[in-house]
């Protein structure tokens, strides 16, 4: 009796060596998923129609939720330029030191990555608000609310630190945890931001669109692989 080949792909060919399954993730595919979503937040915000106006509904429940106007400020402060830059400046500095201690080749372009994506916040959210023009919360004056240059400012920095972290960090757990606690922290200040009637949700939804597409580049010069996991290996 004539056996018949099994066609079905090998799981140990594409099985890392840790023995756990891992999806390959395109970036290319991430990033226009990004664009395509940043575009339709973009038009919504500019345009005058039933998202914009759901969006304003929005808007007025969180203003009126029960977190106190102290804390929200507190929160939408932590987007501010001058306490999310530094902290980017402090980890480039650390990272840019352990790197070259180490003798890795091109130590300096992750942390130079880093800086260039945070300085094309200003850059692309400027003309971007210029050109939107939508106006601001009740008690804003003027327009040139969308994106949200706070929101960009807390993603890129906090998230731009947490990519320049990671190689650094053996723990899984403890890259998991600054993972979740950077989303957590830019997650508090787009919050802080509605509450304090400093912006539309659209507005910080479309910086983390924004943001998202900036920090996946970072992503790309940053992963392990193009370190060759020097970073990694015990001293």
């Not at 990033?31 to 940043?38: E, P, S, Y």
């Not at 106007?69 to 902290?87: K, Y």
């Not at 980017?88 to 500095?93: D, S």
């Not at 692309?124 to 040139?144: F, H, I, N, Q, S």
Request: net charge positive.
């Amino acid at each position: 009796m004539t056996s018949i080949p099994d066609r079905r792909p090998s799981q140990s060919a594409s099985a890392p060596e840790d023995g756990e399954r891992r999806v390959v993730v395109r970036p290319g595919w991430i990033l226009g998923v990004l664009a395509v979503l940043f575009g339709l937040l973009t038009w919504s915000a500019a345009v005058d129609g039933h998202v914009r106006r759901a969006d304003e509904r929005l808007a007025g429940e969180i203003r009126d939720s029960r977190l106190p106007a102290g804390a929200a400020e507190f929160l939408a402060d932590l987007g501010n330029v001058a306490v999310a830059v530094p902290v980017l400046l402090a980890v480039v500095v650390y990272v840019s030191w352990r790197a070259r201690r180490a003798g890795l080749p091109r130590w300096w372009v992750p942390s130079l990555a880093a800086l260039v994506a945070m300085a094309a916040v200003p850059a692309l959210v400027v003309p971007l608000k210029e050109t939107v023009g939508r106006t601001g919360p009740p008690g804003m004056a003027g327009d040139g609310y969308y994106p949200s240059g706070h929101t960009a400012t807390a993603a890129v920095a906090y998230g731009a630190a947490v990519l320049l972290l990671l190689p650094w960090l053996h723990s899984r757990y403890r890259r998991r945890e600054l993972v979740i606690g950077c989303l957590v922290l830019v997650a508090a200040v787009s919050f802080g931001l509605v509450r304090r009637g400093y912006h539309w949700p659209l507005d910080v939804a479309g910086s983390w669109c924004l943001s998202a597409m900036l920090l996946l580049g970072l992503a790309m010069v940053t992963s392990p692989s193009s370190s060759n996991d020097t970073a990694r290996q015990p001293k």
